[in-house]
């Protein structure tokens, strides 16, 4: 048998001492890790959101794998929700996706992002996310029922934020009827009963709006009636003043005005006279009953 080469066992000796070094490196930046992320859980579950954002961005900084990475990331992602910094949620989701685009948590990140575009009021947005995260569950998973009636209840928010009340009332009822347990339930039995609400003072508002354009309409006739009567009265008034200048030479009653009268001795001026006074009664009448609040 050959001897080893007088520098082969301190070289074999360096590499196993090298490999151990690293493996002490890992395992005390996987413990290091493993600190931070929990610090960050406990300080979460304290609802101290800006400090267990800190944490888990730390945790997420010192991870020595792309688990490890990606479930810092998510935390990080669900901390700035928490204190409505949509802004650096929705970056951080960007780079988890192109990170790791079918990671384990791309599903919830649907979801997440669908309540990220509505608070921002990007509805149709919002619809997209929930409807993406609804089409991924299975609605018989026990374990997401919640989160799925949760998607429901968004999507009628958006749409009843949107005014489209009919297609908001299905996602409500869909909750109402579908998942009874669910946190979402008192709240979407709340919305129905408002759209009914809103249904029922829609109607009285178009109501009102046609018992209003009809009262118009009758004033607007009303006020025609009296000024066509007012011209008339004025007409014959000119026409009686005429009449008082030229006597004797106007000797015919225009053939408009007829007044039933047997008694022909009337003359022209006295049957002009006559119905002036008559259309100066039926003025006098149609004012006082507008003042009384009679109408036509």
């Known amino acids: 048998m050959k001897a080893k080469e007088p520098g082969f066992w301190p070289l074999i000796l360096g590499l196993l001492l090298f490999t151990a070094g690293i493996s002490t490196a890992q395992e ?13 859980l406990q300080l979460y579950n304290s609802s101290r959101w800006h ?3 800190a944490e888990f961005r730390s945790a997420q900084e010192t991870a020595a794998n792309i688990n490890d990475w990606s479930q810092a990331t998510y935390w990080v992602i669900l901390s700035q929700l928490a204190y409505s910094d ?7 989701m960007d780079e988890l996706e192109r990170t790791i685009p079918n990671s384990g948590y791309t599903r919830d990140m649907a979801y997440h992002r669908g309540r990220v575009y509505y608070n921002l ?3 149709d947005d ?5 409807r993406r995260y609804i089409d991924s569950v299975s609605d018989k998973d026990i374990d997401y029922a919640d989160r799925i009636a ?5 999507m009628g928010e958006c749409l009843f934020t949107m005014g489209q009340f009919d297609e908001a009332e ?3 009822t869909w909750v109402v009827d579908r998942y009874p347990e669910s946190p979402k339930y008192e709240v979407s039995t709340y919305r129905l009963d408002l759209i009914k609400q809103k249904k029922i003072e829609a109607e009285l508002l178009a109501l009102l709006q046609w018992s209003h354009e009809e009262s118009l309409r009758s004033s607007e006739d009303y006020q025609r009636r009296i000024r066509t009567y007012e011209h008339t009265l004025n007409t014959y008034q000119k026409r009686i003043d005429d009449i008082q200048d030229r006597i004797p030479a106007y000797q015919e009653i225009p053939p408009e005005i007829v007044i039933p009268d047997d008694n022909a001795r009337y003359s022209s001026l006295e049957r002009l006279l006559e119905w002036a006074k008559r259309l100066n009664t039926e003025l006098d009448v ?3 009953e507008r003042e009384s609040g009679g109408s036509f």
């Open 86 to 92: 949509y802004g650096s949620a929705v970056r951080d």
């Open 28 to 40: 005390g930046a996987q413990a290091l890790y493993l600190r931070k992320y929990q610090n960050g």
């Open 51 to 53: 400090e267990a954002a």
């Open 121 to 123: 009021g990007y509805f």
């Open 126 to 130: 919002a619809l997209l996310m929930f």
């Open 150 to 154: 949760a998607a429901f209840f968004w």
């Open 286 to 288: 149609m004012i006082g």
């Open 170 to 172: 299905k996602f409500y």
